[in-house]
């Protein structure tokens, strides 16, 4: 298992989009991915759970990935809302 803190860089007009593609991201791998924001963990996989999330521009999330391909998952996610432009 594979768990990686970082800050989320969403541009400030963000709507569903950007956590759409998260989805995509995370259903691409394998491994069972969890995105955490304070006391709340959602299926990176789940449209309604990341909806639910409600990730804002410069939040502190945690990425937790566990399974054959989970630093790959962790990393592409990461490297993904650390960037958006």
């Given at each position: 298992?594979?768990?990686?803190?970082?800050?989320?860089?969403?541009?400030?007009?963000?709507?569903?989009r950007p956590v759409a593609v998260v989805v995509q991201?995370?259903?691409?791998?394998?491994s069972h991915i969890y995105l955490m924001s304070g006391t709340r963990k959602v299926n990176a996989k789940s449209i309604m759970g990341m909806m639910s999330l409600g990730i804002c521009n410069d939040e502190e999330i945690t990425v937790e990935a566990d399974g054959d391909d989970e630093m790959a998952a962790a990393d592409e996610i990461i490297s993904y809302m650390t960037s958006i432009n």
């Amino acid at each position: 298992m594979v768990t990686k803190s970082f800050t989320v860089n969403f541009p400030n007009y963000a709507e569903a989009r950007p956590v759409a593609v998260v989805v995509q991201i995370a259903s691409k791998y394998d491994s069972h991915i969890y995105l955490m924001s304070g006391t709340r963990k959602v299926n990176a996989k789940s449209i309604m759970g990341m909806m639910s999330l409600g990730i804002c521009n410069d939040e502190e999330i945690t990425v937790e990935a566990d399974g054959d391909d989970e630093m790959a998952a962790a990393d592409e996610i990461i490297s993904y809302m650390t960037s958006i432009n």
